[in-house]
């Protein structure tokens, strides 16, 4: 039991880590396109074409596609309400990958909120 | 940049996404329902399990869901950084743990609960600090 839990934290913590990388590259694709959206169908359409034209979209999907897979293990293994707020420790990779690759400010109390995100996983894995 | 300023129409969107987003996990867990969980235990077994997986109609309209998160998730992106439009899209938090409680007759202990609430906590905490932050840049 103990160690089928060990399996799932790893295997979430590895989707999560997948999911931090398809962010990063979602993430600086659209900053490169500067394009700033009103809510409207063609310019949505438009914005979405646009988005698929660029090749780091696709290598960012492809590790989407990697955590689906993996995910889907995890899903088939363990409750979902697990799975899904274990699944919160993407917030620690999110936090590190805003500070050290997007060079986004964290301030303390940013910290501190990723900080209680942690002890809630470590209740959440506990029960 | 206004990148960091959550307007009353960014929050919406955001709203929007958690609820789609619960639906995704709500249809991928029930995609892995038809299939007996079995020992996942080397890569033929992985891809095994995955075919029987990818047969399902929950896991296509879970797919076609993520679209949309997708389109959503870009146009807020695009409006705020990435660091504050996470955190506040974290109201799945909750409504996970209660469509697997109603749909899935999954059970929650009170620790497991209170886990949740603690990274709930969390999750506010970080969006507090961006609000703090637009208003001293003002």
Redesign the interface.
Known sequence: MKQDLLLVLSLIAFTSLCDTIN?LF??ST?DS?Q???K?NIKK?FK??FQ?ITKPRIWLGLSFSLISL?V???V???T????A??AD?MH?IF??LA?QFV?K???????W???????????????? | MFKKKVTF?IFLLLMGSDILETLV??L??K??LE?S??Q?ADLAS?LV??KT?FASPF?WAGLLTVVAVF?L???I???I???VA??IA?F??IL??L???IF?H?Q??A??W?????????????????K??TEQAK
Do not use: C
């Open positions: 962010q979602l993430k659209i396109l394009f700033t959206p809510l949505i914005f979405v988005l897979s995910w889907l293990v899903l088939s293994k409750d979902l309400n697990f899904f707020s919160s917030y999110i936090a805003s997007l986004e400010k964290m301030s303390a109390g940013r501190l909120g990723t900080g209680l995100i942690v002890v809630g996983i470590v209740f959440v894995s506990l029960s | 129409k996990h709500f991928f867990k995609s892995t299939t969980s079995g996942v992985w399990f995955l997986v896991l389109v998730w870009s146009m992106l695009s409006k950084d990435l660091s996470v955190p974290s799945s938090y996970v743990p469509v697997s409680i899935l999954e929650i202990s620790l497991r209170m886990g949740v609430f603690f990274v709930l906590a969390g999750v506010i905490l970080v969006s507090l600090s961006s703090e932050r």
